[in-house]
């Protein structure tokens, strides 16, 4: 019976049952786990290659023509600061507004980074310097240091102002003009001289008379045929009457005599017909009459023969019988 009840004891006790179930569902599996930390590592990474390369820039907004201010506000919408403003002379852009950025619109900058702006002056402009007695080429050589251009010269006489010299500009000194602008000369021609009538003088008398006006003389290579005896003063220029500047130079030219033409021959012509003809020549024609030839139509005798020379222009008188 020890034995036995010894035997029981040492029994060994039947293994566990299964045990009671869990309420809250299976724990999720190890793949599971690792393909969520997967996705989280690449979108991370993901993200942070965003950034690098794209999230921390911007666009420089576009600004030109506009304020500062309006520059300003749209610069910080925009997420980005105004650098430096430097100012710059514009012949396109109204004075105020911008004319450029850098860096320029569009560029891709850091967020909260800088943009420098350019703000236009407008157009540069110059004062116009007082040219009045200065020589014409130290005029034009002074409006280009200014930053001027010399313009169209013209000519006025002046009492005050010596000959060559600028008697005045348009627009007039101390106007302010766009800079590059040309601005019109006036220089003067000296003081006016009325230049007296020299024909049919003899040239030495000519020179004398030209000299106390204050005029220069100058004597043309070719003579020509005129009424005035062979080396008197048969045409000038500028002619008498006319205004020339003091120190001008009039040109006279000599006479060579009246052109010597041959007389035709009308002798026993009618009246109408001789001085047809004789006018054709270049003649002008006079008529002697007399009691006898009141009524007569024949030319009975000229004054200058037939086939002699006369000058041209002379007149020829005829004798009607």
Known sequence: AALHRTSRLETPPPPPGPGPRRTGGRRPGRGV????????????????????????????????????????????????????????????????????????????????????????????TVRVPDLEGMALDKARARLKKEGLEPGMVSRAFSEDVAKGAVISTDPGAGIDRRAGSAIALVVSKGRPVDVPDVTGEDLDQAKSDLADAGLEVKVAAERVNSDDDPGQVARQSPGAGGRAAEGDTVTLTLSKGPEMVEVPDVTGDSVDEAKKTLEAAGFQVDEDRGLLGLFGDTVKKQSVDGGDRAPKGSTITITIR
């Open 33 to 124: 786990l690792t393909l969520v930390a997967a996705v989280l590592l690449v979108l991370g990474v993901g993200g942070g290659v965003w950034y690098i390369n794209s999230g921390q820039f911007t666009k420089v907004p576009p600004v030109l023509g506009k304020t500062e201010a309006q520059a300003r506000d749209r610069l910080d919408k925009a997420g980005l600061r105004v650098g430096s403003v430097q100012h710059a002379y514009s012949d396109t852009v109204q004075r105020g507004t911008i004319i450029s950025t850098d860096p320029g619109a569009g560029a891709r900058i850091r967020s909260h980074g800088s943009v420098a702006l350019t703000l236009s002056d407008g157009p540069k």
